[in-house]
């Protein structure tokens, strides 16, 4: 089930582009676009919490059906600007690139972003580079520089590509800061919270300047529909639910069938066809991205002293609340120190003491007591 369900995420995400084509043909403008979908989407799942109290649970704590999360003002901040900010920018610019090019071309393009947020992390010191992840590297940039060469006969503009990989960019940049946050709130609270943000930003913007010109038809409407209920709603839904199944090497590996479907579907219902060197291309860079994962969830590695533990950090004042589980690289201990491996279970807050009756003397024991 949790294959299935991260397969169809990844075809709800990769039919976005598709829709966002179908709106522009329907007069939809990409102003427009943007604020209908955050909007949207930011009311359905705020009716989704109100309906579904178990989803406002706090996914850290033992018991969820009892503990409802707590959101204090910094997460509230962060949560809500990583909509304002990132969440925003980044779809301003995938929208903008898909004005100019083609659907196809825009996914691969754009996919970029999981070798990037790997480098990053490198760079970072969040995560360490293999000579796996090396060879994925230069695989997925060969794939990339196929992509954007091998145009032959289809429209290639420089802007477009130079958006929709600044989409990437600010993508990486976006799944980077959320990582942060992402394990102290609720998925679906998380979503929300992001997509009001995205809503408050544009709905500014619109306003600075004069106004969005809503006076499209039904048509307009239906494909924006699609666009915030199939391919944001069901999507992040979709998506929760099959990382809560199959772990995120897993999910991440599925979601390499995003832009196969998108570009299947450019192909059935925009008439848009890539080049054999651009398929070539596109491939590698999936191949590449699907290797990265493969190579982070093989079990039994053998260098043991690689592998991330996990710590508790606290990066603020306050109560328990404020303790937050994340990995961080195996310390390395230096002479004179040692290193202590600790195994905690998780059922050990379920273990009740128990109490082992006094011995009573046995009989044989009672004939042999001295008396006098």
Do not use: N
């Amino acid at each position: 089930m949790g294959p299935a369900l991260c397969l169809l995420s990844a075809a709800c995400f990769g039919a976005m582009a598709i829709f966002g084509k179908l709106a522009y043909a329907a007069g939809v403008s990409p102003e427009a676009l943007l604020l209908v979908r955050f909007g949207l989407a930011a009311g359905l799942l705020a009716m989704l919490l109100l309906l579904r109290p178990g989803l406002r649970r706090d996914p850290a704590s033992p018991d969820r059906r009892t503990s409802p999360a707590r959101v204090t003002l910094g997460l509230l901040v962060t949560a809500l600007g990583l909509g304002a900010v990132g969440y925003a920018t980044q779809a301003s610019l995938y929208f903008a690139a898909l004005k100019l090019m083609d659907a196809s071309l825009l996914s691969l393009v754009f996919y970029t972003y999981p070798l990037l947020v790997t480098l990053t992390a490198v760079l970072l010191g969040r995560d360490s580079l293999t000579p796996g992840r090396c060879a994925a590297l230069v695989a997925a940039s060969c794939g990339t520089l196929l992509v954007l060469l091998g145009t032959g006969g289809v429209d290639f503009p420089p802007l477009g590509a130079t958006l929709a990989f600044g989409a990437a960019v600010t993508y990486t940049v976006y799944i980077l800061v959320a990582d942060t946050v992402v394990r102290r709130l609720p998925p679906v609270m998380l979503s929300a919270l992001v997509m009001a943000g995205a809503a408050l930003t544009l709905a500014a913007r619109a306003l600075v300047r004069g106004g969005v010109d809503l006076s499209f038809g039904l048509q307009g409407w239906f494909w924006l529909a699609c666009i915030a209920v199939v391919s944001t709603v069901l999507a992040m839904l979709t998506f929760f639910a099959g990382l809560r199944r199959t772990g995120p090497s897993t999910a991440a590996i599925l979601s390499t069938f995003e832009p196969v479907v998108t570009t299947a579907l450019a192909a059935l219902t925009l008439d848009e066809i890539l080049t054999p060197a651009q398929v070539a291309g596109g491939l590698l860079v999936l191949s590449s991205v699907a290797a990265l994962q493969v190579h982070r969830a093989r079990p039994g590695h053998r260098d043991e002293r690689k592998k991330p533990v996990k710590a508790i950090v606290v990066e603020e004042f306050g109560g328990p609340d404020v303790l937050r589980e994340v990995e961080v690289k195996q310390p390395e201990p230096a002479p004179p120190q040692v290193l202590v491996k600790v195994t905690v279970s998780e059922r050990a807050s379920e273990v009740q003491p128990s109490v082992q009756p006094r011995p009573t003397p046995s009989a044989d024991a009672t004939r042999r007591r001295p008396t006098g």
